[in-house]
């Protein structure tokens, strides 16, 4: 980004006006100047210092890669992967990628994985059960803390 600002230079007399000493050249169109007023632009570079954002890693899905894999076999012309990648936006090292996996016989490895770690899958029955736990001992503390205002009195 370019900004052009004032300077001292400004304040300098305009080359055609009569203020100017009498041996004094004005070259201002070979040294690089405004050859409307004589005098040189003052230019002001500024940094831009808005980061962008990451880009995102694509994920493909299995029908995906099976449909391009299939894609790929089935050309028989030459030139015709490349232009089927070029069309897709993808480079050849995937479809190799994609090759090797598919002859591996993993279909579910086709699908991509999740990175990081797994979640627990917790049933009904046991969220219950981890609910009850913890009101029982909830229960137990106040009354073990309260004392024994809460039995029943024995006759």
Sequence with gaps: MVKLTKSAADDRPLAESPERSPGSRSESGRSGGDSANGRAPTEVV???TETLERPKRRTFTAEYKLRIL???DAANIPGAIGALLRREGLYSSLLTAWRQER????????S???RGP???KISAE???IQLLERENGVLRHRLEAGGDHHRVPKN
Excluded at 103 to 110: Q, V
């Design 118 to 120: 797994q979640t627990r």
């Design 46 to 48: 500024v940094a831009e």
């Design 112 to 114: 991509s994985k999740r």
């Design 70 to 72: 299939q894609e790929a």
């Design 126 to 128: 046991a969220k219950r």
């Design 103 to 110: 002859s591996a016989a993993a279909l579910a490895s086709l």
